[in-house]
């Protein structure tokens, strides 16, 4: 381990050494979802992306904060601060409280989330809980002259904060082309310029969230709240700032902007941005019709799914790409990294089953250095499967008998395989959870042909009592001309 990580900066379009603001401690800070709707296929990679990054750093010794918010009001359906709130829209359509659609897809976000093993961030803060703390960041821009207020609402002087500073340096963008873009649409608006955008919109009566500020009844813009969470648990200056690389452009961009509006310096170190999933080839929406949530992946319960994957597939499946490269899903990519992960936790399974020797025949030294290396190397979990690979090779040649271990050797590698595997990784033994499973199934089997038995020699009280209290515990028996057919109840 000769190398310090580093790690690609999206901002200075360069690899980094790590430095951290306060030796020791690492700061990071991820845009989190909006919540009103079910996680999918998208969300799965920045989750596991920063997951990666989480563990690794702990894995590091850094005490990490890691800052992963909620998105519960703010977030209208066109990015252009027009158009309802995405939660308020989908609540209208359900005919639900915003926080109902709020709470129902948080807990499905989390149980997706444990079930792809990516652990809680230590700070979870939602937009609608940090209200006045947005309204201080807005407060602060106005008082520097970097926002105006118009019609109640209160929006970023993009065109005067671009005199001074470089609006567009995350995204690649050019201010000159933003305007042009969007030249058709300015005129009746209360912007002083198209490229302008949100902090506080004021609300009708109509808008079912709403909360009192100096300006008027409204809400915060989008972006507002990241700059306010962030700086509340990470300070004004943090260290690392993630997301996807759909995000950049406006959500990072204006909050560089609003960073600098409020606290006249930018706030984030090195900005991570984790590459989009495509699928078969195309981007992912739901008028392509290949919206996949993570819940139908699970259950293979999707036209274009051929069987359903299992979480650590998915998650196996997202390591197995670097988190900057595109990755494109299909079913026979799925297969090939379920396939692997198998042939991994295999591998990783027989190392305690092996015979020992006097020499080793394998450099385990070398090839743990190899992984670390590729991980420092701003988190290469492709080359350092690839070198896992080249491990689980060994323990099949030593188990043939075609390649030897010392026994020193051997608890050197099942100590880092098992450190990098489950820890680092973030891969868990599914197997397990199945034969409990399977398990179950097969005492209910059991169960139920008891009760054929009891039928066949007409001891019906016997039969119903088992199918009575299978159906107490969920389990509801239906009866057949040649037999029975069992399910657990939902
Ligand atoms: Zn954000």
């Known amino acids: ?13 360069k690899k980094e050494t790590f430095k951290p603001i306060i030796p020791g401690h690492a700061g990071m800070y991820v845009c989190g979802p909006t919540v009103y709707g079910e996680a999918h296929l998208g969300h799965a990679r920045p989750a596991v992306t920063f997951d990666l990054l989480f563990r690794y750093l702990q894995h590091l010794n850094y005490k990490v904060r890691y800052v992963r918010n909620i998105t519960d009001v703010g ?54 809980g940090h209200i006045m703390e947005q309204i201080d960041v807005v407060q602060k821009i106005l008082d520097n002259g970097f926002a105006y207020e118009s019609g109640g609402s209160v929006y970023f002087d993009v065109e005067k904060y671009a005199q001074a500073h470089d609006y567009g340096k995350l995204s690649g963008r050019k201010l000159e082309d933003m305007l042009e873009n969007t030249r058709e649409l300015a005129g009746q608006s209360e912007k002083r310029s198209q490229a302008d955008f949100a902090l506080w919109k004021k609300a009708d009566a109509s808008v079912l969230m709403q909360w009192k500020s100096p300006w008027s009844q409204g809400v915060p813009g989008w972006h507002l709240e990241c700059t306010a969470m962030s700086t509340k648990y990470l300070g004004e200056k943090f260290d690392i700032h993630g997301g996807g690389s ?96 198998d042939r991994l936790m295999k591998g990783y399974n027989l190392l305690e089953k092996l015979p ?75 197997a397990a959870e199945e034969s409990s499973n399977d398990k179950l199934d097969e005492v209910i089997e059991l169960l139920l042909s008891v009760r054929q038995e009891a039928k066949a020699a007409k001891n019906y009280a016997l039969a119903d009592q088992i199918r009575d209290q299978l159906k107490a515990l969920g389990i509801v028996v239906k009866d057949k001309k040649d037999g029975f057919e069992w399910e657990i109840a939902e």
């Open 356 to 430: 020992h020797a006097e020499q080793s025949t394998v450099g385990v030294d070398n090839l743990i250095g190899e992984v670390w290396d590729a991980m420092n190397d701003d988190l290469n979990s492709p080359v350092a499967l690839a070198h896992l690979f080249e491990a689980v090779k060994w323990i099949n040649g030593i188990n043939d008998g075609h390649q030897t271990i010392t026994k020193s050797d051997c608890e050197t590698l099942h100590q880092f395989m098992k450190t990098f595997i489950f820890d680092v990784l973030g891969l868990k033994e599914e």
């Open 1 to 13: 381990m000769s190398k310090v990580f580093s790690i690609y900066n999206t901002l200075t379009r």
């Open 75 to 128: 977030h209208l359906v066109n990015d252009a601060d027009q158009g309802e709130d995405k939660i308020e829209k989908k609540a209208r359509l359900e005919n639900l409280e915003p926080m109902e659609v709020v709470q129902h897809y948080t807990i499905s976000f989390h149980k997706n989330m444990e079930q792809l093993n990516a652990l809680p961030p230590s700070i979870e803060p939602r937009a609608t």
């Open 246 to 341: 759909d995000l950049k452009f406006p959500h990072h961009e204006a909050e560089i902007a609003q960073s600098v509006g409020a606290h006249n310096h930018e706030s984030v170190n090195y900005w991570m941005h984790n590459n989009l999933i495509t699928i078969n080839g195309q981007k992912m929406g739901k008028s392509l019709g290949n919206f996949i949530t993570l819940n139908e992946l699970f259950s293979g319960n999707h036209e274009l799914l051929t069987q359903a994957f299992s979480p650590m597939t998915v998650r196996f499946f997202i390591l197995q790409a670097h988190y900057r490269s595109t990755l494109d899903f299909s079913n026979e990519a799925l297969q090939a990294a379920e396939k692997g992960l």
